[in-house]
């Protein structure tokens, strides 16, 4: 191993000074001259006509300066996915019809918030209510109210269908013909949501020389560019998004969100500076959450439990548009596949429209749902063949070098290694055999251990599918590093630091990141896919590597030397083996200008996942390569029950992650931190609770988001399956999303280790719990129940 | 979200509180935890506020004789980490310790903990949202939203201190600019047990004191079940309060939070008094829990689960109190 | 509209005074972030559950989206960015750094003073005692645990305070 400076030590974070003083500046920080108070109007109904919006009392009230709706918009309809299959389905504001409760009616700017409530409640909307449906398989019968037709390809005659995915390969009948025993299982994965702490927020700013500044919470810069552009009218480069730090994510702000065109067309109507920024109430009643899915699936396995085939069947519920429907049906196939060798499979997603509030990513997008059926029902049928939780996945894991279905490679995926140090580590088969005899002893508090495991991918490609780095010398030979990437607190600018102080021997403080501006960084394809280490890490490593050759050759020239005889270090470049012959970066910056008609020295470094591959693979189809970058991690959970109340704690939880090479491990098992108490609170007590497609517990007194005496131990054992190596390209694998999926399969099986109950919907709440307890108690045999 | 502009008034001195109470239609504004995020929703909108900030008469624990004064703004902190409550009210203590998390009893006071307003998920939430829908009755309308054409409400009270005080035997003091405004009454009194007002004062009424007997040879425990381990408000709980004389318990108290509009007294005649603590058939305290305590599914956790959660909760308190006498 | 009047209040905040005049029915939060442009405390609820905008008010931490800016007066009222001055970042500023306790950093403000205020009272804290300080400052990135190694790191100096 390559012995390495910076990359691989868990080096504090570039950002962490100005926000651990509370200097950094977010969105809702940014204050401009004459900047009004922006507010949203919104439906109260989940589905209705628009007959009639009168603004005229609201104009009239001292203090509003704008008032837009559907009349002052193009309306350019935009969707999270925008292809042929997949048009655009929503527009910025709402023209005639409204299909969940919160869809953006119109927008006021006024001189204070006061104002702007008042200006909202003076706008008169007339409605003809339509009839509504709020339950996925509900809306896909016949004589479900239609929210959208369903889209032409989808060939059954169900109703509100927004997309599917379907594929299939081998023959799954006859291997279930073939198998020892087939189990047949229903999943429902509920809804729940980011919890971000910082609120969406958005400042636009429109100026009389046709130019749109905005400043937003948002994961993707260039994305939100681009969709903001085209609804607008405008050209990508009138309009620039600036850089603010951001208070979290979670997948919860890729989209286009309606009141970000609402806030651009208030300020391009006022021509002053109009800021927005929901309150939480708003963020819950009003934004997207997660990705409810039903998840249902048969298994064939032979007696020695290798898995012989698998048919599945998903339900999104996607809201009133199609949002990330259709990407989290595709998603949740590549989820099944990737960690277990499936010979035959049958596999059908649908994307159902609801008049819910619309969908969006949440982390693991499909991973937590499709794990926890997955590892779920494997549990349940090792302990029909009388194998141990460990035995079955040793047996079904991929190994490194398996070609996926896809023909995509798992190269060195690391699951084996990680299933046998996790079990290690915390002595699980022992505690699993012990828990299972000690589940009749009559005692009032059970533990138990369980296992989860999944496979995630990085980086694929999705707009603007590539990532730029530009490193630019300064002559003094300190470093400026220009990148697009967007810091959400997972550390970008932290990492890519890394590896350009790695590439170019300068310490980590003569490097100063500029970052996510449109206008004045690069191209960046976003932090979302858990893609940013990898793509624009390696787009940083090129750029590093350019400047760095650039500097090597005017040294070899100057010091007379091979070019492979010099090495650098501190920002000095030096003969090995006759170290008294140096230049330092400064000067070698000088020569460069003087010798190579002025070249500054400026490295620009690109990089792209499948780069043979026009585009992403068919979201309809599965087909076509997807990554070359599959990580791999197995988890046990540890859980305590108590029986009498069905109060559930999350003891532990200990994550083996092959995460390729961690560039910083600390911020890792930040990661995994975070994740493991984001399951916790999908596994034990978060939910949206919705009636009639309104929101009603929009609050953290009523969501429950885990606070600091509910924490979860972590502990963490690191596979390293990848290297770094200095001038070479370098594969990590994600870390950001796949975590929170291994834990809620883990917790769902330490569950039934500890007390025999089998739950296969979330939250597991204590009534549901208890129930189970009861039911074993009057020894019938527990159903899944929902 | 912005507070709706209000007049404040700023009293110096108890006196002047109550002529202000008794003039103005004013609401009190005690440590404003409760009513803060009220006024944030819309669901309260008073034209004019009075500050108890600067007020020390209010502040303040006590010993008098064979009781422990305690003023009505004194915070749930200060309680908390009081020797002297610990030592002569450790219900009190207990139950203060469960309320919420340590910022939020920094300045949260004890007469605003236990003049709090009931709970609904229907009910708290802000009037933009419910513009276009009926407001429901704890609102102002006409229908109960939790149980669809109910004209009863169904809102739960959810204070950790109004039962500890109750089963401790607590009085509440209550002045008043009037003849005969003076009054102390047990702070049971103080609950109407109806949703949409659950707490009373007569206009112009204000209390100011709490006042704890102290008693020889008493055990007691809260026990409070809630989903996370801090923040949030009890979804069942339990004050018990026994006394004891030589050897076999004298009185014993429970009441219940989250029961209903208003804390539940369970009536315990015949299963504790003059049994020895090891005797005393717990299962036979949950049975004494009211049969048709009104809960309804509008918590996060449903009813039936609730009504469960009371029973063992109810025993785990009352088993705790015993253990300590 | 009816007839709203300011009043002149006085505010001690990080060891300064201010003088500045508003409505009664401003917060101390607004007060801090939009008149005195201190806006290292943030705004992420609407009622007092999640300690995005704790201050430390004479010292002991408070929610300043609850509290009357009228009301804050004659307190010492300690915002994040008085924490380290002028001089070099605060010890538990440093210890924060040093565990990766900090994501997003959108808690932090909130978390760092929550810290200062359990330290000040108890140098020595037990986890549970530093779970239970924290308990309501809520954190969506970290899952608290580097928080707690961050603040049980920290070294105190028994003859003052820090």
Redesign the interface.
Known sequence: MEKLSYVGKSVSRKDGPVKVSGRAEYTVDISLPGMLCGKVLRSPHPHARIVHIDTSKAERLRGVKAIVTAKDSLQIKHGFVQTGRYPADQYPIAVDRVRHVGEEIAGVAATDEWIADEALSLIEVEYELLPAVFDPEEAMKPDAPEIHPSHPKVMESFKNVGGKTETSWGDVEKAFSQSYLVREDRFVSHLRTHAYMEPQAIVASYDHSGKLNVWVSSMGTFLKRAKLANTLGLPFGNVRILKTYVGGAFGGKVDLFNHEYIASLLSMKCRLPVKIVYSREEVFKGARHGQPLIVELKTGVARDGTILGQQVRTINNSGGYRGSGVVIIFLAWGFLMAPYKIPNLKYEGYSVYTNSLVRCPQRGHGAPQMRFAVDSQLDMIAEQLQMDPLEIRLKNGRRPGDILPNKDSAKNFGLVQCLEEVTRRTGFVEKHRKAEEEKKNGSKIKRGVGIGVCSYFGGSLIYPNSSSVIVKLNDDGSVSLITGAVDLGQGAETVLSQIVAEEMSVPMEDIQVYAADTETTTMDIGSWISGLTWVTGNAAKKAAEEAMGKLLQVAAEKLDADINDLEAKNKEIFVKHAPDMKISYKDAIALSIQKNKGDTVIGIGHFRTMKDEPNHPSLATTKGRWTENYSSYAQVAEVEVDTETGVMKVLNVTTAHDCGFPINPMLVEGQIDGQVSMAQGHVLYEEVLEDKGAVINPSFLEYKIPCALDMVKTDYIDVITEEYKKGKHYDTKEVGEGYVAGTIAAVANALYNATGVRLNQTPFYPHKILEGLRQIEKKTTPKSRH | MRLPYFELFEPATVPELLTILKREQVRVLAGGTDIMPLMRFGLLQPAKLVSLRNLPELKGVERRGKALHIGATTTLAEIAGSPIIEKDAPLLHEAALAVAAPPIRNVATIGGNVFQNSRCLFYNQSAAWRRERQPCLKAGGEVCLAVPGSRKCFSVYQGDIAPALIAAGAKVRIEAKKKGGSREVPVEDLFTGRGVQPLSLRSGEMATHFVIPILQDTGSGYAKFRLRSAIDYPLAGAAAFVTARKGTIASARLVLSAAGPAPVIVPLDGVAAGKRSGEIDLDAIARAIPKNLPLVNNHILPASYRREMLSVFAKRAMKTALDRV | M?K?SKRLITLTVNGQEYELAT?????LL?VL?EDL????????????????C?VL?DG????S????A??AQGGEIT???G??GNEK?HPI?QA?????A????????GM?L?AKALLDANPKPSEEE???????????????????KAISSVKTDREGGH
Do not use: W
Request: glycine share 8%; with cysteine.
């Open positions: 009816d709203k409505y009664p029915n401003r917060t607004e972030r442009s201190l806006k290292g405390a943030k705004e992420a609820c609407e009622d007092g559950v999640c300690g995005a704790t008010l002991k931490p408070v929610r989206c609850l509290l009357l009228v009301e915002t994040i960015e924490l380290s970042v500023q924060f750094l040093d565990h990766g900090v994501q997003c950093g959108y808690c932090t403000s760092v929550t530093v779970l239970t300080a924290i308990s309501g400052n809520f954190c969506r990135c970290t899952g608290y645990n580097k928080i707690v």
